[in-house]
């Protein structure tokens, strides 16, 4: 990874289906009657889990930016204390994006964004570290500046922050962590 664009990164948006997960939507019924509640299931990578906590501690702010309304995603983004969320706001990712970055006082330029897929071109063409994953489409793969080689959901956002980590200089700070067993460590 480029350690010039590594290193004015201060804001880590990662898209969810296909990224955080292998694309699967699971959807379930309670029962086929009209009231019969849905279930939307995800299924997370541990490894993206710590990698998300290793980029926190780092100091960088890390959201969820999807283009999907989903249960269960707000439920892993709460258990990770992901601190900027837009899941299916409706008005697209873009914005979404454009929201959260002022929010944060954080310039397009200061901006990560791990994708896959044709939704995540307006914010990959925007932001200053564009990233795709491997198994991203075509469009996505020939834009970004850097391309993983682990598919989404099997721990894809681990090696993303792992890349961006050592490229700012700051993963082996952070492994030492965890050999001394510190609180943030676990
Ligand atoms: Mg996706």
């Not at 289906?17 to 939507?25: A, K, N, P, Q, Y």
């Not at 019924?29 to 490894?47: E, I, K």
């Not at 964004?113 to 990959?124: I, K």
């Not at 020939?142 to 099997?154: D, H, K, L, M, S």
């Amino acid at each position: 990874m480029d350690r010039r664009l590594a290193e004015s990164v201060r804001f880590v948006s990662l898209d969810v289906d296909g990224v955080l997960t292998d694309g699967s939507i699971w959807i379930g019924a309670d029962s086929d009657s009209p009231h019969g509640a849905a279930r939307d299931v995800r299924r997370f990578h541990a490894l993206d889990g710590l990698a998300i906590r290793m980029m926190q501690r780092a100091g960088l702010v890390v959201a969820f930016l999807s283009g999907k309304r989903s249960a269960a995603v707000r439920l892993r983004a709460r258990e990770l204390d992901i601190a900027e969320v837009s899941l299916g706001s409706g008005k697209g990712k873009l914005s979404a994006l454009r929201g959260m970055l002022a929010r944060r006082g954080c310039t397009w330029d200061q901006a990560a964004h791990l994708g896959d897929d044709l939704t995540d071109l307006a914010v990959m063409e925007r932001v200053g570290l564009p990233a795709a994953v491997v198994g991203a489409v075509p469009e996505v793969r020939a834009g970004a500046a850097w391309v993983g080689t682990v598919p989404g959901g099997e721990g894809a956002v681990r090696e993303f922050a792992e890349a961006l980590l050592v490229a700012r200089g700051e993963w082996d700070g952070l492994v030492t962590e965890f050999r001394e067993g510190g609180r943030f460590a676990g």
